[in-house]
């Protein structure tokens, strides 16, 4: 005889299990689409969708043979996270794409899909199965799963966040085994299975697997370094004479990167009589040699992280490393916009050797609110400095839009912009008039006596002639997009058309249709989408229509706010991948907090308000985020999390006893989050903004609200 406690420790090891299997593999997703947090929200929608279909079929099965099955399921999960882990480092060998070549989004949904489904069916109908065994009710496996869950993201945060994939995955694959022992009724197994994982781990072999998984990821590449960060992956590439550093897959760094550096640096201290102190944000690539040649008395190095400025040392040039033993340069380790936040006397110049905005990490130092923060930290007539991609004659209107979108915010803080034509526009900024004369400033390059490869009379004349600087300012001046700020990234927005007119795949072809819609057809097509899961949830009792609705919404409002909560989250305390546990750690904790208070009676009504409370707060904690110190700030949105899984226990628990049946309540909720994960950050997020978001959460209350008057009526 099976004793009542087993099944749900089984699925408190499972949901442990599946929790810290999602968080690695978002986390390879983001890496395969080489850092677009998009990848995150498409996996997200894709995971929920998947598990809603696991459940579903689960419910299919004989009720008699649920232990079996929800055993087979748990001693599958390892080999199925193992499957999934090879298959995301090698969608570039299975699509067979160039070296450096980015997956189509057909190809990056495709892949996903597939790396996804096994744990995600499992997981799916490790619920259901659970609800079915005797003795189990619904409520209590829910809360059980809901602990298994916030102990994943408490392991994915601060145990397991620098350890390989594989060596996570081997650790997991115990922890199933351990659920399946469990579930059979014998604990000896436990004792076996952690014997055989001393011995797996310790082996060599899944050193080796972890080699050659990031060979597949850069096919034909040479691999200088790789190493976990708390801020994600990080790999030096070999090319030619230069190393290339990723991070998450993302170009981070090119070393050294020497035209672009020395422009850069000179146009920028040029512009100041007596450039004395200087912050420069990633100035590995060649920027830290070219600096020091003018009459510098303090350079601040600011790097993301400690482990990652390490290996961009011995990736360096020797010019480099060679400056960085001089006694003017000292290394800060950090957020840049925190550092800046943070300056105790003011700077000369600041340089921020940034990536296109092809991120929302990488577009967060490229808004108005960075820029801001940057004014600050500078002297009266300071001048800040970076690069973007131009062209040399041909500019596409996205491309327009997106450096005009970053020219606006510049503009709409510093009283003075210059920004430089042909194939990179070098951005210069200051609250002085900026010196646009080539012989003034080719006379100052001769006063302070600096050399340099690409920089002399003439090729200032080349990259500031008069008519073509001001007809591009001009041009981006002019442009239809409203600056670039953290509640309303158009810079990140124009960056994805960028890339789209290259890919003409369905995927990509439907993102382009879904942004040119306008507020309201998509407030009244998604309105529609969770009606219809309600509905033919309910098909057999239809007076549970309306409860069902309001769990769909509820489960949408709540994805919506996790994901609008990453958003915040980035904006304002900048790399997103060490925070990822935490933040689903708090959802879950509130989800389990919910599943716990049994006897909190609350009514559909208040369930509906429930889930409006975080997208009506996070408008107000976007705009003072800049204002509170960040641990205030992480504080806040870890309890706006919880509030969010808060709102979806309560709504669960609510449906089922107004007498829904789990499987049903499971699916609507999962489809509804499923719903939202891409439409927020794809759709509503980067076209709207922040604002409009969270009102097009608020509106689609409306639908339930109306279910629920119509059915008091009747």
Known sequence: MHSRVSPLASVVLLGWVIATSQTILLREALAAAQGNELAIALALGQWLLLTAVGSAAAGLLPRRCSRRFLMAGALLLGPALFAAL???????????????????????????????????LVGGASFTLACRLPGVAPARAYLAEAAGWLLGGVTATWLLETWQPFAVAAGLSVGAVAAAALLAGRAWILAAVGLVAVFVVGQRGLGSIESASLAWRW??????????????????????????????????????????????????????????????ARGMGGLLPEILKHPVVEVALAEPEATLAEMEIKAADPATRQALRDPRVHLLTGDVRNLLRGTASPWDIVLLATAEPSTLLASRLLTRESFAEARRALRPGGVLAFALPGAENYYSPELVARNGAVYKALASVFAHVVVTPLSTNYFLASDAPLNRDPVELAR????????????????????????????????YRDAAVAASSDRLPTAYLHDLLVSGREDPGRVASLLRWALGLGFWPLALGLAVLLVVPALLAARARKEQWPALLVVSAVGFSSMASAVLILAVTQSAMGALHHLLGALLAANMAGLAF??????????????????????????????????????????????????????????????????????????????????????????????FGLDAACALVAL???????ALAIARRR
């Open 86 to 120: 090879l298959i995301a480092r090698g969608l570039p060998r299975i699509f067979s794409l160039a070296p450096g070549a980015l997956l189509s989004l057909d190809e990056h949904v495709l892949g996903v899909l597939f790396t996804l489904a096994p744990v995600c």
């Open 219 to 280: 096919p034909g590449e040479t691999i200088e370094a790789s190493a976990y960060t708390r801020h994600g992956h990080v790999a030096v590439l070999l090319r030619a004479e230069q190393r290339a550093l990723f991070e998450d897959g993302h170009l981070a760094l090119v070393l050294p990167e020497r035209q672009s550096s020395e422009e850069l640096a000179h146009l920028a201290l040029l512009q100041v009589s007596e450039p004395r102190r200087i912050f420069v």
């Open 444 to 475: 100052r390059l001769r006063e302070r006596k600096v050399t340099a490869n690409f920089v002399d009379e003439y090729s200032l004349a080349v990259l500031m002639p008069e008519e073509r600087v001001q007809s591009l300012s001009d041009r």
């Open 594 to 687: 919910a599943a716990w208070a049994g006897g909190l009676k609350v009514r559909l009504w208040a369930v509906l308000g429930l889930g409006l409370v975080v997208p009506a707060f996070l408008p107000l904690l976007s705009r003072v985020s800049t204002q509170v110190p960040p641990v205030v700030m992480m504080g806040a949105l870890l309890v706006a999390s919880l509030a969010a899984g808060a709102a979806v226990g309560i709504a669960f628990r609510t449906a089922l006893a107004s007498g829904t049946t789990p499987a049903a309540t499971y699916v609507v909720d999962l489809l509804g989050a499923a719903l939202a994960a891409p439409v927020i950050a794809a759709v509503a997020l980067p076209g």
């Open 700 to 706: 689609l209350a409306v639908a339930p609200a109306l």
